[in-house]
């Protein structure tokens, strides 16, 4: 009997080691600069998106940090699980406005059936929330309205 729970512990132990290991490099970074962008740009630090949401479709599945330069983003975004949007520089330079923008469906698809939106919607998928390690930081948050 103890020679079972000997291996049960070790397969317990690998399989949270390689869960821990899968969800750290699963993990990516994200740029957007809407001044110094090549539309639609890649994504990269020197190759930014110029569109926060273009950023967060492509980290939604796999996590990470978005990053936003300075400027003011004219747009509606929807955060994912396992995801930061994060300002570089701050709020007194960095601003989401989402006057008469779209929401955008759990596909990153804009919502034109709903022309106008909240700024920021956060999203569940299959019941499960953001963690409390995501964040929305350092924006100043303008406009929106409509669905919430």
């Not at 273009?54 to 300075?70: E, F, L, N, Q, Y």
Request: net charge negative.
């Amino acid at each position: 009997m103890a020679r079972l729970g000997a291996r049960i512990g070790i397969a317990v132990f690998a399989f949270v080691g390689i869960a821990v290991t899968t969800t750290t490099v699963a993990q990516v970074d994200s740029w957007v600069d809407q001044a110094t962008c090549v539309a639609p740009g890649s994504g990269t630090e020197t190759d930014p998106y110029c569109v926060i949401m273009d950023a967060v479709c492509d980290i939604k599945d796999v996590g990470g940090t978005v990053h936003v330069r300075p400027g003011t983003y004219n747009e509606s975004i929807r955060l994912y699980r396992g995801m930061s949007i994060v300002s570089t520089d701050g709020p007194a330079v960095t601003t989401i406005d989402g006057t008469g923008q779209p929401c955008w469906t759990r596909d990153c698809v804009p919502n034109t059936a709903d022309p106008q939106c909240s700024t920021v919607l956060v999203s569940s998928i299959n019941g499960l929330g953001p963690t409390p390690a995501d964040r929305l930081e350092g924006f100043r948050i303008t406009g929106g309205s409509g669905t919430f």
